[in-house]
């Protein structure tokens, strides 16, 4: 949500109209993802696979080659940077356990 509001923020201060992308900085594969939690909770690293979509089901025409769109152009005009994926799921985990 911070990181939100903080490229929101950074547009409007801008004061001009237009199309943004708002992204993470690079792409986080669900592996991955799944990775890092695992390791982070202290889980076996075995217990984490990775699969591709399609062998799990999903249309070859509904799977996108990237999870994150560029947002080049809103950091160029704002200054505003994506964080890294990793570390969003860190700030939210040690959000949740400060709650």
Request: net charge negative.
């Amino acid at each position: 949500m911070e990181h939100s509001v903080d490229a929101l923020t950074a547009i409007a201060a801008r004061g001009e109209g237009g199309i943004y992308q708002v992204s993470g900085a690079s792409d986080a594969s669900y592996y991955e993802i799944a990775s890092y939690l695992a390791s982070r909770i202290g889980a076996e690293s075995s217990l984490v696979r990775p699969c591709s979509a399609g062998s799990r089901g999903l249309p070859a025409e509904e799977i996108t080659p990237f999870t994150s769109l560029d947002c080049a152009r809103l950091s160029d005009l704002t200054g505003f940077h994506p964080p890294q994926p990793l570390n969003v799921i860190e700030e939210a985990l040690l959000s949740e356990s400060e709650s």
